[in-house]
């Protein structure tokens, strides 16, 4: 049994959850997901608290119980709580600031970047920190990473966006000393 998939997932007040033949639904205050039901699981609704289970042990399915089980309570924790990520903008003159529905990037090209954030979405930025926020996990994190992508930090000075708490291994240049 798969020990992801075997533990149940509390509903918390506020959040209901809607499961068809094809897909989960989950509604909550920060806005409505779905998923659609891989091959060879079942969800059953217990009160307030939703079981995962498979149909057989083909390998498939055990990898798809707890794959399964992970993208509910990823559902069910982004409507109720949302989810966030954190970025760092380092580098002599990189700057970004709020521009109406996105973000504009000052990172040492010759032009700056305009960035606009899609549906669901948020950004908040105080000095340097940009913290991204949403309530679809998966989106977030791309939001992240694609952000990261417009000045990936360069492992001589560590100059660019990285994540927050992300260490960047440094390279000590041309003449080869530590410094």
């Known amino acids: 049994m798969s020990r992801v998939g075997k533990s149940p997932i509390l509903i918390p007040s506020g959040v209901t959850v809607n499961i068809t033949d094809?897909?989960?639904?989950?509604?909550?205050?920060?806005?409505?997901l779905k998923q659609p039901i891989l091959k060879g699981i079942n969800i059953k609704q217990e009160d307030n608290l939703l079981v995962v289970s498979r149909i057989d042990d083909e390998q498939i399915h055990r990898a798809n119980h707890g794959l399964m089980r992970t993208l509910i309570f990823n559902m069910v924790t982004g409507v109720s709580q949302g989810f966030s990520k954190k970025l760092e903008v380092n580098g002599v003159g990189y700057r970004v600031q709020l521009q109406g529905n996105g973000l504009k990037f000052n990172l040492g090209y010759s032009h700056d970047i305009n960035f606009s954030l899609p549906e669901g979405i948020t950004a908040n930025v105080e000095q340097n920190i940009i913290t991204i926020s949403g309530f679809d996990k998966q989106r977030v994190g791309q939001v992240a990473s694609d952000i990261r992508e417009l000045r990936k930090p360069e492992p001589y000075?560590?100059?660019?966006?990285?994540?927050?708490?992300?260490?960047?291994?440094?390279?000590?240049?041309?003449?080869?000393?530590?410094?």
Request: glycine share 20%.
């Open 22 to 32: 094809s897909e989960v639904v989950v509604n909550g205050n920060k806005g409505s």
């Open 157 to 179: 000075k560590g100059k660019g966006i990285k994540y927050e708490g992300e260490y960047i291994i440094r390279k000590s240049g041309k003449s080869g000393k530590e410094k």
